[in-house]
């Protein structure tokens, strides 16, 4: 089939209770609804899934590699933004 | 089944014959969905309809494991699947027709899912509580089946011209199919009667609801009802379920007990 008929979504799954949604990978789907379908069948096969996210490729707004320095090389040097220096009790679980 | 003529039957071979061929309609139905493995148009839907033969062969697996201990001659799920001959074969027919286009393959599992639905969902009040259990596994997979087919209905007749025509023809097709989902012989009377198995003709009416809303969304008709085949709960099937056997029984019948 074709692109247009079958457009890119990216994928997002939530394997646990109190975890953030992580990128899985993408899919090829008519709409919304198939495309959560497609999403079930291919990346929650053993039981990895609780909640899953599906968003258009196309609407997905990335940075531009070219401004990789501008972007990221400024928070190299800023080591105290790590919270490194903290004992975390293992009451807090997951962070 | 021996497939000699028996007086009367016990209770206990009444319900090895319907627990048995249950597992048969899943087992059968696996197999043809089996064989898109590979050859299905995306990978998504190649991934989406083997996922749905492992329900069926899960459920398959559980139904004949319990039919074995039913009949009690030590014959485990495997014997069961693999080593009759085509007669003791009693599934439904629609779940023997070939896959066809994937308008055929969808609108087959669409039909066999509108009613194993309600089916599933009413065997677990089942007296039998092996039967109450499997069948409370199965309705949440069968619910999903449901959806999945019910989508790509809506999708596929209300597409374009070419995928509208395709599901016209499979309707056409397997429409005849669908008188024996919901028969009530002997045995499926006797399983309503002791309250172990489910009253197959009263889901008539629920599954023409389900079926006729999803096609009234997807711009087609059920077609009318016609003559309609059955034979299959008799073992006499159509001329496609002994190629499917030949190909599911190769590797027990040439080396029988093997397990990897």
């Given at each position: 089939m074709s692109e247009a008929a079958m457009p890119l979504w990216e994928v997002f799954i939530?394997?646990?209770?109190?975890l953030s949604h992580k990128h899985a990978g993408s899919i090829h789907a008519t709409d919304a609804e198939m495309a959560l379908h497609a999403a079930r069948d291919v990346y929650t096969r053993r039981g990895e899934g609780q909640s899953i996210w599906v968003v258009r490729s196309s609407d997905i707004v990335a940075s531009d590699p070219v401004d990789k320095d501008m972007m990221f090389e400024p928070t190299a040097s800023k080591i105290y933004r790590h919270p490194t220096f903290y004992e975390i009790p293992d009451d807090v679980g997951n962070m | 089944m021996s497939g000699t003529c028996e007086p009367m039957m016990t209770s206990n071979q009444t319900l090895f014959s319907y627990v048995l061929r249950l597992a048969d309609d899943h087992l059968i139905l696996s197999q043809r969905l089996g064989e898109w493995c590979g050859e299905a148009p995306t990978l998504e839907e190649d991934l989406a309809l083997a996922n749905i033969a492992l329900d069926l062969i899960g459920q398959a697996r559980a139904l004949y494991a319990y039919a074995g201990q039913v009949e009690g001659k030590g014959r485990d799920e495997d014997q069961l699947a693999f080593m009759r001959y085509e007669r003791d074969y009693q599934n439904l027919l629609i779940t023997e027709q070939p896959n066809g286009d994937f308008a055929h393959t969808i609108v087959r599992q669409f039909f066999i899912s509108a009613y194993m639905d309600p089916f599933w969902r009413r065997m677990e009040g089942s007296k039998d509580d092996m039967l109450a259990a499997i069948a409370a596994k199965a309705s949440k997979e069968v619910t999903y089946h449901l959806r999945h087919t019910s989508e790509w209905v809506i999708r596929l007749g209300d597409g374009t011209r070419e995928s509208h025509e395709r599901m016209v023809e499979a309707l056409d097709d397997l429409m005849m199919f669908t008188g024996e989902l919901f028969e009530m012989d002997a045995v499926a009377q006797e399983m309503l009667q002791s309250g172990v198995g489910v009253d197959a003709s009263d889901l008539k009416a629920e599954w023409q609801h389900t079926v006729q809303t999803i096609l009234q969304e997807a711009t087609l008709e059920l077609p009318k009802a016609g003559h309609m085949q059955t034979g299959g709960r008799m073992g006499r099937h159509s001329e496609h379920l002994g190629h499917i056997l030949s190909e599911l029984q190769y590797m027990q019948r040439s080396f029988p007990g093997l397990t990897w």
């Open positions: 939530r394997a646990r209770n109190g | -």
